[in-house]
């Protein structure tokens, strides 16, 4: 029910986990609008544990400091050919739309989007490796080109921070 959504909320939003704001409509009452906020991060899949940056950093010291970039280039190479492999879809769009949902049961809470100039963009509101892309920044140049080779066009990665909070667009032709 409704009043027990925004129950939910009001407890999350009081708890941290959630941000707030009134939304005015052209007629009536604002819409209420929730987002989550940076501490809701670590509910959700996190790849990206201590282990792995150990690994990166045990790369480095042993074998020198561009060892953890040409380590994650491979792996980024090696599943830009996987899905390229698999994706499904005559067009560009068609395979926007198939990545878009491959992304989001990896945990990327990915949606594909058309934008109003006619051009489309698969947006994230999560991550599962942030805290991996916050130590290597590079990792966003490898997603980026896995996802030029998987849609086959040229693709613009644009990242938001909104209350500390990590969205991610990727913008493209259709």
């Given at each position: 029910s409704y009043m027990g959504i925004k129950q939910h909320c009001i407890t999350l939003h009081r708890d941290g986990y959630l941000d707030t704001w009134r939304r005015p409509q052209k007629m009536g009452r604002p819409e209420m609008v929730y987002r989550l906020t940076r501490?809701?991060?670590?509910?959700f899949q996190a790849d990206s544990h201590q282990f792995t940056l150990d690994l990166l950093k045990s790369a480095q010291e042993i074998y020198g400091p561009n060892a953890p970039e040409k380590l994650l280039y491979s792996i980024f190479k090696k599943k830009a050919a996987s899905l390229k492999a698999k994706v499904k879809g005559?067009?560009?769009?068609?395979?926007?739309?198939?990545?878009?949902h491959v992304r989001d049961g990896e945990g990327y809470m990915a949606q594909f989007a058309n934008n109003k100039d006619g051009s489309s963009r698969i947006f994230e509101v999560h991550s599962p490796i942030l805290n991996l892309l916050e130590r290597y920044p590079?990792?966003?140049r490898f997603?980026?080109?896995?996802?030029e080779t998987v849609l086959?066009?040229?693709?613009r990665r644009e990242v938001i921070r909104n209350s500390g909070l990590y969205e991610c667009a990727f913008h493209f032709a259709a």
């Open positions: 501490r809701s991060h670590d509910l005559d067009t560009v769009a068609d395979r926007a739309k198939w990545l878009a590079i990792i966003g997603e980026q080109d896995m996802f086959g066009t040229r693709v």
